[in-house]
């Protein structure tokens, strides 16, 4: 086997080893199950009643739910504010997230074509989508991570197989995780303490409602354009 094809296999033979270790430890590990089962308050209560691991944990969430999005990111944003506190916590899940995003483009354009071609192709949008990344990659991976068009992972994804710039995808990523991230932490962070914050969270949830219905926007906008 030659030197580049053990190093295209080796961060393949590591995700895999991780993912099942993940789907150990939350679906059949007591502990694991126990955090899978309870809700965002639970949650980081378990992980805090850890210790340092619980903080680990919590911050691996962050960057193994951009992969694969199997818990939402506002309880996950949730759990590490709780956990950090609310400048701590947001600063973990920037990090963490942009981190993840930039794995997972990794992933996207040297390892893993076929499974994220095939991942990619219950988004219809997606081939709208790179076509404009394509052409000018700064702006639509920052408004892609602005407003709701597509969900995170598939804009990592779809950008990995385009011939954008990295450069492009990571200061579209940096910049546009910025606000939304910290929304999303702001949001879980005042449903901890609705009584004391119930009125900036109304004002919150109707900005992230907007953003909703832009992306909504957006999505019949390219939509139009493919028929």
């Known amino acids: 086997m030659s030197v580049l094809n053990r190093k295209r296999i080796l961060p393949i033979l590591l ?65 590490n504010v709780a956990i950090f506190g609310i400048k701590v916590g947001f600063l973990v899940n920037y990090v963490m997230s942009c981190l993840g995003a930039i794995a997972s483009f990794y992933f996207a354009r040297y390892y893993g074509h076929a499974w994220v071609e095939k991942k990619l192709e219950r988004f219809p949008l997606v081939k709208q989508f790179s076509l404009r990344m394509e052409k000018r990659g700064f702006l639509y991976v920052l408004l892609g991570r602005l407003i709701p068009i597509l969900p995170s992972s598939a804009i990592n994804y779809a950008a990995g197989l385009t011939r954008i710039k990295f450069t492009h995808f990571l ?40 953003l909703i219905l832009i992306g909504n926007g957006v999505k019949k906008a390219l939509t139009a354009k493919t028929k």
Not at 59 to 78: D, E, K, N
Not at 185 to 210: P, T
Request: hydrophobic share 55%; charged share 10%; with cysteine.
């Open 15 to 79: 995700l895999i080893v991780v993912l099942c270790g993940l789907i150990y430890f939350f679906f059949y590990n007591p502990i694991g199950v126990k955090l899978t089962h309870s809700n965002m308050r639970q949650l980081s209560g378990h992980l805090r009643d850890l210790g340092w691991p619980g903080k680990i944990i919590g911050m691996s969430l962050v960057f193994f739910q951009t992969f694969f999005p199997f818990i939402p990111f506002v309880v996950v944003a949730g759990t």
């Open 171 to 210: 200061a579209g990523t940096l910049l546009g995780k910025l606000p939304i991230v910290f929304l999303e932490s702001m949001i879980a962070h005042d449903l901890f303490h609705f009584q004391k914050y119930k009125g900036r969270l109304l004002l919150l949830l109707g900005i992230l409602v907007v």
